[in-house]
């Protein structure tokens, strides 16, 4: 994806339907935000040198290195204080990110068994707590999220990052700069799981009591940021780490102010009255305000995709490909983009179509409503005679855009062709918790849709992760349950294939399989609006879930 960013995007006319689907928002707005003033009281009393970001998550996202809260708990937690082997490439707003170097200097897979990779580390790398970050650190760490024996383990961060990893076997110190990783099977997409595996200090644990629920009140990593004060549910505040070893990557900032704000209403009355610098995803009926006020709007492409994830549990009224067919037919992306501020691209596949991904598949994901309804009476169903379906959704969370406002359109579109949805409105960790477990967990009650933003960085967290048979919970989160001998093929050729254009062919398929057996609801890809105070300066929209927050200063 090469589209360039913006950070004044013109907002489109909105429709005279998109305004009705705006009000109940605008009725809320009042009193929910006058109550989020009330929580961020005293957020305005920091130094000059410090940003205050209000987030959309319910909570602050673990201190433990393995964090929760999904990719916006790793954005300004897992990547500000912890850090990875491999990094992305943030540096950019106009080109895709990359892979690089981060706490590793390079990796290699053995020439004559794809099995065996070899990791070489950073030297002079120490953790916060002036412990030296070392093969015998990253040995533990994965001990830590693999190894149910090891005193380290810790259920909580296993669950965090265990699918993350989910064919590696064995691991092995060679030297103190040197590991040495053996995984099951052929997999090619190593570099990039290890990019979402971060580390946490072995000797702080210790020095805390061997406790975990001790180590997050005194954490440590390696990251450009130390945390300085987590309070649950209230703030967390990051300070610059002058002894970072990266020391073009010293923070800017003097401190970075975490706050939980998961009501958009409310995290834009907070930048108005100065009480945060930055708003994640604001509502999209403030943006034009927002701009006239003087607030910037930044706004990138990144790999993301927003869509429905089907049960396919014996019984799942998704299992017939017609009502599946019909539910991508019945969806109004372009009325919601409208509604949206035009902050979305619509889905046509799990990628865009100007992805090298995604083929040529023979069933095209459009709004046609007479053709919905058509293949919804071969299945036996009809507005009169509806389908009833119960979908799981969360109020807010990471990359979840405005799921309250897309999810009601989605049900109106879906009940024209005979589909009656009823919802399961869960907190984003809650949703989370569920897509671990999957549609099997009682937890489930009765639902056979989930909706949780997918991130789609590489071949795994794009494609393989939500469909393998072999990655069904616990193991990994093919929350439905899918299983298809075909599709389980293309994932090993993607696995096990090196030579770069073999793979692409494997991958074009498996995506071509996606849109033309209709597996999931595909709506939605995200651009990641943020609002920002003019006194914000150096943020670079990097076209990626995460961002380097050490390029960012305050203007007095």
């Known amino acids: 994806m090469t589209a360039p960013h ?4 013109a907002a489109p006319q909105r429709s005279p339907r998109a305004r009705h689907w705006l009000m109940p928002t605008r009725r809320a707005a009042t009193a929910v935000a006058m109550g989020a003033a009330l929580c961020l009281a005293g957020a305005s009393a920091w130094a000059a040198g410090t940003m205050r970001v209000a987030m959309t998550l319910s909570d602050i996202p673990v201190p433990n290195g393995q964090t929760d809260q999904g990719a916006e708990g790793m954005r300004f937690i897992g990547y500000t204080v912890f850090e990875a082997l491999v990094a992305f490439d943030l540096s950019s707003a106009d080109k895709a990110s990359g892979l690089i170097p981060g706490l590793a200097t390079e990796w290699k897979v053995n020439p004559t068994d794809k099995t065996r990779w070899t ?6 790398v120490k953790f916060h707590d002036g412990s030296t970050f070392n093969a015998q650190a990253v040995v533990w760490n994965l001990d ?3 190894n149910t024996q090891a005193e380290q383990f810790d259920p909580k961060q296993a669950a965090q990052g265990r699918n993350r990893i989910p064919t590696v076997k064995a691991y092995k110190v060679i030297d103190d700069l040197t590991v040495e ?15 979402m595996v971060v580390f946490s200090s072995p000797a702080q644990w210790l020095a805390v009591g061997k406790s975990w629920d001790n180590f997050i009140k005194k954490p440590s990593g390696t990251g450009p940021f130390k945390m300085e004060t987590y309070v649950p549910r209230e703030r967390a505040v990051l300070a610059r780490n002058e002894g970072y070893w990266n020391k073009n990557r010293v923070p800017k900032l003097d401190k970075l102010v975490l706050l939980p704000v998961p009501d958009p209403s409310a995290r834009v009355a907070a930048l108005r009255s100065n009480q945060v610098d930055w708003v994640e995803a604001p509502p999209p009926d403030a943006l034009d305000s927002l701009k006239g006020a003087g607030f910037a709007i930044a706004s990138n492409v990144y790999p993301h995709v927003w869509p429905w994830h089907f049960s396919r549990l014996e019984g799942s009224p998704w299992n017939d490909i017609r009502v599946r067919k019909a539910a991508n037919l019945a969806i109004d992306r372009e ?21 090298p991904w995604f083929g040529k598949p023979s069933f095209e994901v459009k709004y046609d409503v007479p053709a919905a309804k058509a293949l919804m009476a071969q299945a036996g169903f009809s507005k ?3 389908l009833k379906v119960r979908a799981i959704m969360s109020p807010s969370g990471s990359g979840q855009m405005q799921p309250q406002l897309m999810n009601e359109l989605i049900q109106q579109n879906l009940a024209e062709i005979g589909i009656q949805v009823e919802f399961d409105t869960r907190d984003w960790n809650a949703l989370l918790a569920n897509w671990r477990a999957g549609a099997k967990d009682p937890g489930t009650k009765g639902a056979t849709s989930t909706n949780s933003s997918y991130y789609s960085q590489d071949p795994f967290t794009a494609l393989i992760r939500h469909l393998d048979s072999g990655l ?6 093919n929350w439905g349950y899918y299983q298809d001998k075909d599709m389980d093929a293309l994932f090993d050729s993607i696995r096990t294939e090196f030579d770069p254009k073999v793979q692409l062919t494997a991958i074009q398929k498996a995506h071509e399989k996606y849109v033309n057996d209709a597996l999931f609801l595909f709506v939605a890809h995200d651009v990641a609006p943020r609002a920002i105070s003019k006194k914000v300066k ?5 076209q990626n879930w995460f961002q380097d927050f050490t390029t960012i200063s305050m203007d007095k």
Request: proline share 16%; no cysteine; net charge positive.
């Open 335 to 355: 009325g919601m983009k409208s509604l949206m501020g035009g902050m979305m691209v619509s889905a046509k596949g799990m990628v865009p179509p100007n992805s």
């Open 181 to 195: 990783i053996t995984t099951a099977e052929p997999e090619a997409q190593l570099p990039y799981q290890f990019a």
């Open 6 to 9: 913006t950070l004044t995007p």
């Open 119 to 124: 990791f070489k580390l950073r030297p002079d």
């Open 472 to 477: 069904v919970p616990p193991k990994g989160t």
């Open 538 to 542: 150096g943020f670079v929209p990097a």
């Open 384 to 386: 009169e005679k509806p």
């Open 144 to 146: 830590k999220l693999l």
